[in-house]
């Protein structure tokens, strides 16, 4: 059963904290992603990799960067935590970029607050 | 206009309906097309790719309309377990859209 796994489930952290969110995924696929996803705005992309060492911006990349020091996790780091990073984080792969076969195969989720 | 885009709802169906909707794109270079269920409180999951001469899986039919640049979903004899958020996903390049969802509640 392919699986994708986050760090945490729920995490609070304070204004101006550095914070680290990490995902892992078994299933030996290249791409990796991060959204944030806030009511009424749906999944927004933060970052995404297409190989380990090599990342790219989402739509949404302010506030955050991303390291991929191996296949299989990808980490997004918060370096100063701000209020208005308060979300849900969530981590995907794919075995492709494109096409009819890159399913998204998601993370549970992080419920991140800051305080 | 945004790239993606899905009524919210929600729609609120009887047990045993059927109910439809539909999600528009606007460039005609979007490549493939799926539909991604999430329920509440958990991660999306994929639930169909859209094909262009349409596909079925059970009680679900998805279908792809280029010319009016858009896809629907069909769900027949709708379940109580049927109540989740529906996405509206497309692919252009190696760029993956997410419409913020469709709320569909199934009562009893």
């Known amino acids: 059963d392919v699986k994708v796994t986050q760090s945490s489930r729920y995490l609070v952290k304070r204004t101006g904290e550095k914070v680290f969110l990490e995902c892992v995924q078994d299933m030996d696929h290249e791409n990796m992603f991060w959204y944030r996803q806030d009511p009424g705005l749906g999944l927004r992309l933060i970052y995404f990799?297409?190989?380990?060492?090599?990342?790219e911006k989402g739509d949404i990349p302010e506030g955050y960067s991303v390291s991929r020091e191996k296949k299989e996790r990808f980490s997004l780091i918060l370096e100063s935590a701000s209020t208005n990073q308060t979300s849900m984080y969530l981590c995907a792969s794919s075995l492709v970029m494109s096409g009819g076969n890159n399913e998204q195969f998601f993370g549970p989720g992080t419920r991140l607050t800051v305080l | 206009r945004k790239e993606v885009e899905q009524d919210p709802g929600p729609f609120n169906v009887p047990e045993g309906a059927t109910v439809a909707f539909n999600c528009t794109y606007s460039?005609?270079?979007?490549?493939?097309f799926f539909w991604y269920r999430q329920d509440c409180r958990k991660e999306p999951k994929l639930l169909m790719s859209v094909y262009s001469s349409g596909n079925e899986d059970g009680r679900f039919t998805a279908q792809l309309n280029r010319a009016s640049q858009y896809i629907s979903l069909l769900i027949r004899d709708s379940k109580l377990s049927d109540s989740a958020t529906y996405l509206c996903v497309v692919n252009r390049d190696d760029k993956i859209i997410f419409g913020k969802g469709t709320r569909l509640h199934i009562l009893p």
């Open positions: 460039n005609s270079a979007s490549q493939s």
């Open positions: 990799s297409y190989d380990v060492k090599m990342k």
